[in-house]
């Protein structure tokens, strides 16, 4: 049983027709690399996934079962969650308050409920802990180093121990060292039974972590492939056009 | 040695320019008086309120203040009874309800000035005819009152509150559609719709406004009038204005309007100093004491100012 | 500053940042040189805020202003002062939501204006005080809804929606005032002039409400989930709305938060002078604006203090009644207001700077 | 739009952009599937334009009113609608300059009145016109001074910063006129006055100041470094900061000119009002802002019109003059001009979005 | 004689000191590749040589010569060109007006001297041209791709045939068949007697082209070595700082 399927997604703004017809499955404690080249449809595709909009037709089922997403919360409460290219994150705010933006603990008391500081700070604390990231959940994001922006950005997605996570291209400007943590997590995640899908332009990575690897082009997916039955130069070859299909 | 407030509606407005020069004159002429003439800048009604406040604590001993918003006024000058300050106003008066409050009040009957102006129309133009007023700032009370006075001596009849109703023909007078024009005390807005209304309705019988603003900006009002000149020398159009400022004279004599009817601002800056002090030495004053108003057509211009 | 703000804010503030800090703000700051700007708690953060640094300015004015006139520590003056500024304290608070979310409502002087001729009307056609307050709110409330859905679903400039409502809500109110002053407010009268006008324990009534709307905003900002969300959308919107947090609906209630404000500083306002007009409230937006700035508000959003614009609202109105009781003519009041606004920012700039 | 302006420009129109354009326009547009937009040239970039169809608007406006009222069309009427918006036309040619820097001057309304007792001083003292004009002109060209390196070089918002000056400048042009109106202009009364009130050959003076102006800021929006390099800097500050181009000095510039042709429009009044008062130019900047708005600048920066100033001041007139000759009340007028504002800013929106 | 050398740059902003004692030199015909993890100082020392500001001490030296860069256009003066990290186009000119941004043409009549369109588009149409991109001059920037606004800014640097082009990043953001035309650019550089100093992150890429490669960390440099001495492996290693000095 696939954790997710993508049934003939397209995706089209106006003109531009980013996705046409792309199937996609990926079962619990797999991970698959999502490469293509710039345009090529992998960031719609995503936020199709993530409940940013939805796809022009095609079908998104989970867990077998046929679902609509309408806004970010609906995938979210279904069990995906996603990291975004851009990180998308608020700097006047603190680690802590953007790890749980949208979704603030609260405390009641009588009829007034209010935001729950310590549960908050405590539990984004034992994220970064968890993440090996040495990010302080009461610092604001404003000064924070690449490197701990993107602990608050992965933390997120760790909130509600979700089943599938995506992550947008999360190695793409970040230094050497923290992509080597980034990967270390994708791993731990799959261990734990969970599904990840891993934008990415950089080969190695992709080949580092992930199970199998699906090629974009052109909005179409143009090869799906076991990462052991394929090479770096076969996926470029793909990417660029150079081999039609695979 | 007394010093006394004279509080106009704003300072920038020439019109309170001469009252200011007139308390100056009175400063000179008692030994004890000192004038503290201050007003908002400009025309704001919560600026006029706070600065009465202030100089009620700060302990001045005679207020004279013309309200730009009397009910709003009216509370404010309660403190200054509770800390035994005289107060009286000028130009403008309180409401009748609160009229306890002060013990004076120096100026115009705004009324008659409204009914002047209609004399001098009617004057002019016998048989009736279509007419627009202009009018100053948003709900000022003392040109509703000037406004009421215009169209009872129009109407020959009692057309309720201030402002009263437009015309529709009573004492064969109608005010055409778009008037009364509002200015909020702008000269050029005023002289701008002015102009259109002229352009608009070529067969006006006359143009009456309740303040001197229209006439304000000299230039400006003598490009707008000059196309009339003819019109208003043989008796087909008239445009009559409220105040008797310099400007306001020298246009009229040269044939760019047909009537003023002018208050006495100095004396009101004036005799607010006397009659203060006339109050706070427990003296009886008056109540009201009106300034008198000065009626100029074409054919007394050079004489009708005191 | 981060790499999303830079070239935006560029062009806002053209110059703004030295060309040294132009890029390489990206992901350039390497871990371990982070000098870490935490939320401290407590006093330290307090000192940090220019609401304090304002506020200290006007216990310097009042130290001074102390020994120039000896009207000035009286009972009525303090009693004055309060109540003057407490009207525009409460339209700031509105308006700091506002200007929090990186927008800003020209329209809350004409709006002043408006809801005192509704109001005014109601009650002077006998309907009582109940029913004048919900007219006075409901006007605020519609519009504040008609800017917001302007802004937040139409997605026009805060500015030019808010400077059409300006000149669309003061000629609402001369038509429905056919320019003329209400002064008689039926049967309440006198319970919606004590409202208004009067004091409970030496305290203006108005100033009670201030303090209860500050005392809530402040709840507001820092315990509630609307407050929390309204600082996240004025940090990044776009990171707001993908965090789940309905960003359309949420201006959209600033927007009527801010207005509402206004509504019920009118409600005061009017008790307090015992008459409406249309003229009421003209050019009150740039005072307002002013205040919230002064208090801290930052015109680029996210940033937002309870206690600023009462603050802010104060310091202006202190600047007023010190020159007044110093004998300095008024004609300068203006002049002092322009200047510390002025200095207000620039202190706040050099500030951050240093910081940085 | 691309990457550099999507998040900041969600903070300042929070909720622009539909969910679906927030990110992914990095550099995702391949090559292949751009639909070109390209700098067309002659009457389809015309077309294009926001001042070509608020232009349309009045012609048919001019055709409605041309049958509702016969007095429309006449020479006389023509005459004083020029003229009347000639005055804002000049200021609003330099309000476009600062716009198009994505800033804002609401000073210029004071302004108008300092600079009017700045002249009104000088010639009323016997200087003459020459002085008169030098000194009107350095006035001006002082506070755009000010305003400029506030902005350019110490980074305030222009916002704050002319909000301040707005302030100041009124009170120093009260304290200069001790709030007295000045109606008499010394030797050259004559000759001011016909330069600021009369006509050549049917057309009043300042409409011919503001055709040349007009004229003269097309040629340098089109033509001159100057003008590239100020519609570079609303485009991307760093940008042009990287590339040589001297940002802070061309703001300063930018802010001068804003004031300079204040100090001109100044001018002009005094001579056609023939009197000055320090209360001169009351809330204009509104009026001049939304002149330039409505004739197509965009607030963000980085769009300039020399043509869209004074179409927009054109119908914004033509809209309180046709309001009048139709006989409308003239408590509707204001409502008018702020529906048009909005109006002209959201066609301006849809048509950019459909062009997307 | 080194085209350019770079004495012992030091660059402190304010506590931090993104630069410490940097000696560069580089050759005419010479690629030079610049690593280094997030913040090592790649980008300040490219600013500290194209004018953006001056180093705090050291000396930079042209041709033998000492000189002192005030702003940007001192350093083009010198025949330095850079094309900066985020491209810093602006989108709403035209591409060709972007090109000449800062160093228009223009014709004089009479007095007056104005903006000579017909030559500056001719010219720009001329380098897209020879870059082999399919950019027109007369398109306005917002609505151009990656490749497209990568070509404008490489353009500019071909407008006044530079001595040395230093390019930050070049190659970050854009997609496989685009980082191909910039490397062979690079190539073409090379073989017309220029220097390029490339910053990138990508190993590959600075493999290809350079001649050699420094690496910073923490704004020293640790190494700087010919490409045919060295490996991907062992600059990964000083990058990171497994391998301390080479
Ligand atoms: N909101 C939108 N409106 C119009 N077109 C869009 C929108 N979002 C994406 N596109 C277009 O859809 C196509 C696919 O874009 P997408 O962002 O999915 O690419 P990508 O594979 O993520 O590229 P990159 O590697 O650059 O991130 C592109 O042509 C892009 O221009
Ligand atoms: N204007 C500035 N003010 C303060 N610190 C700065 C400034 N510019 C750069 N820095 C700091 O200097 C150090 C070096 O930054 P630099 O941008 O040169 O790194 P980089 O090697 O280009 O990194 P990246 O690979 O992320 O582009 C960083 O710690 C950065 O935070
Ligand atoms: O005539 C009025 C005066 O009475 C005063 O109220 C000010 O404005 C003038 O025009
Ligand atoms: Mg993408
Ligand atoms: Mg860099």
Redesign the interface.
Known sequence: MSMLELRKITKS????HALQGVNLSIAAGEAVGLMG????GK??LM?IVAG??PPTSGEIRIEDRSVEFH???DA?DAGIEIV???????????AG?NVF????L?KKFGPFS??DYGAMYERAGELFTELKS?T?P???V????????QAVAIA?TRLSDPKLVLMDEPT???????VAEVLALIKRLKDTGHAVILVS?RMPDVFEVCDRVAVLR?GAKVADKRIDETSPEEV?GL??GAIETA | EYTFALVPKAMNNPFFDLARDGCYKAQEELADVTCEYIGPGEHTELEQIQIVQDLITKGVDGIAVAPSNAPAMAKVLKAAADAGIPVMTWDSDLLEEDKALRTTYVGTFNYDIGRHLAELVQGRHPDGGTICLQTGGAAAANHNERLLGAREQLAGEKLGDPPGTPLTGQGGWTEISGCPLITNDDGNVAVQGMTDILAANPDLTAFLSTGAFTQWFDNAYRQAAEPYKEKMANGEMTIVVADTLPMQLQQTKDGLGNGLVGQRPFEMGYKAMFILKDIAEGKAVEDPIYTGLDVCSNENIDSCVQ | ??D??TDQELRRHPGRGPMDELDGM??????ES??????VSGIGAMLRTQPFWVFMAMIAIGIVMSFVSDAFMTERNMFNITRNFAFFGIMALGMSAVICTAGIDLSVGSLLGLCAITLGLTMQAGWGIEMGFLVCMATAAIVGLINGILIAYLRMAPFVVTLGMLAMARSIAMVLSDNKMIYEFGPDTDLFEWIGGESIIGVPNVVWVLIIMAAAFW?VW????WG??V??I???A???K????PVERMIVSVYMVCSMCTGLAAFMFIGYTGSATNGMGVTYELNVIAASVIGGANLMG??VYALGAPIGAALVELIRNSLLLAGIPALWQQFFVGLFLILAVLLEQLRNRGGK
Request: proline share 1%; aromatic share 8%; charged share 25%.
């Open positions: 703004f106006g003109a531009i080249d710039n345009g090529a960031s719609t936020k940013n909009f806004k970010p919360i979210r975004y290219q851009d990180l998308a994150l608020c700097d006047n705010l603190t308050a933006l949208g979704r603030e609260k209010y935001l040495e302080r009461r610092d604001l404003q000064q924070m180093s690449g490197g701990q922006r997120r793409a400007a970040i230094s050497v060292r923290q332009h052109r470029t990417i660029t | 500053m981060t999303q703000t990206d992901h350039a700051a390497i871990d982070i000098t870490s700007r935490q939320e709840w820092r315990y509630s989930t929390r969300w600082i996240a004025g940090g990044n776009q990171a707001a993908l965090a789940g947090i996210g940033v």
